[in-house]
């Protein structure tokens, strides 16, 4: 089966690179970061998530009322951490970046705080939805369906009416989130670009952070756009087999193309180079200290007081 080939090659490559950040975590002081932690909790909610989603498709319609409800409310519970941590992540990046000094004086709190409020509303609406799918049937005894047909009734109608409110909700939080966030970090970087450009201060590589950044706020604005809109409203949609499996596939994708997006940064390029070529790490900027701000690719003294 073509899909689940494609499922097992990206769930394999999440894992892998899941495993090397615990890894890194363990191994690298450097690491050890709330910033960083980030990162690495991220890689582990989308390696779960890549797992709930293969029970989920292959043995989610075996199980019994209790499994379906457990598959369900975890996989959902993770969904929306996905998009909750991203948006979080997101804000931790435009205060690190913009206001340097606030955000290191609280990163703590940002960190902590921001996990538990994205922990406590992704259990909150993964308990919601999952208990909408307990319907009565004809016998008037409570059943869970697995691929909840809203249809069928009126009260589920306006159970599936709720639902689409709290999630369109939800998900354009998120979508505001990140176009807000993202669009003042990408504009910051724009402008320090063109000041290097004329010599005003120095380049440290503005066109590659303006690159990398460019890329997040795509990926990040697919993610609440199909999480908000194609699942959404799938129900609407009359999903055939092979488009529902294609919206799976083009997830799983997503997934993996976050993941890129939370590790592709300067604090594990340096980390990677320190444990597998001890030489060429010498050679990269051997007297300075890495900070946590490298994770945003941006120098704490490349910002003037007006931008804080």
């Not at 639902?163 to 998900?171: M, N, P, Q, S, T």
């Not at 939370?262 to 320190?274: A, D, L, Q």
């Amino acid at each position: 089966d073509p899909f689940h080939i494609v499922e097992i090659i990206i769930s394999s490559l999440i894992a892998i690179i899941t495993i090397y950040l615990i890894a890194l975590f363990i191994k690298s002081e450097v690491f050890k970061s709330y910033s960083c932690f980030n990162i690495m909790l991220m890689s582990i909610i989308l390696f779960l998530d890549c797992v709930i989603l293969a029970l989920y498709v292959s043995v989610g319609e075996n199980s019994s009322d209790g499994g379906k409800f457990i598959i369900i409310l975890l996989k959902t519970f993770f969904d929306k951490m996905i998009l909750s941590v991203l948006s979080l992540q997101v804000i931790i990046v435009y205060a690190g970046i913009i206001h340097t000094d606030y955000y290191y004086s609280h990163e703590k709190s940002f960190v902590k705080i921001g996990n538990a409020i994205c922990a406590i509303v992704s259990g909150a609406l993964a308990a919601v939805y999952s208990s909408i799918r307990w319907v009565k049937d004809d016998g008037g005894n409570l059943k869970f369906e697995f691929y909840l047909d809203f249809e069928l009734t009126k009260e589920n109608k306006k159970r599936a009416l709720v639902a689409k409110i709290i999630e369109a909700i939800f998900c354009g939080v998120n979508f505001f989130v990140n176009v807000f966030f993202l669009i003042i970090v990408i504009l910051h970087i724009s402008r320090k670009r063109k000041e290097a450009k004329v010599g005003l201060i120095q380049d440290l590589g503005y066109g590659n952070q303006l690159l990398r950044f460019s890329l997040i706020f795509s990926v990040n604005i697919i993610a609440c756009v199909f999480s908000g809109v194609v699942v959404n409203f799938a129900v609407n949609f009359n999903m055939t087999e092979g488009y529902y499996r294609f919206c799976l596939i083009f997830f799983l994708v997503i997934c993996f193309l976050i993941q890129l997006c939370f590790t592709i940064n300067k604090t594990v390029y340096r980390e990677t180079i320190k444990i597998f070529c001890k030489k060429k790490y010498k050679e990269i900027d051997d007297d300075s200290k890495i900070k946590s701000i490298s994770t945003f690719e941006i120098a704490p003294a490349d910002d003037d007081e007006d931008d804080n």
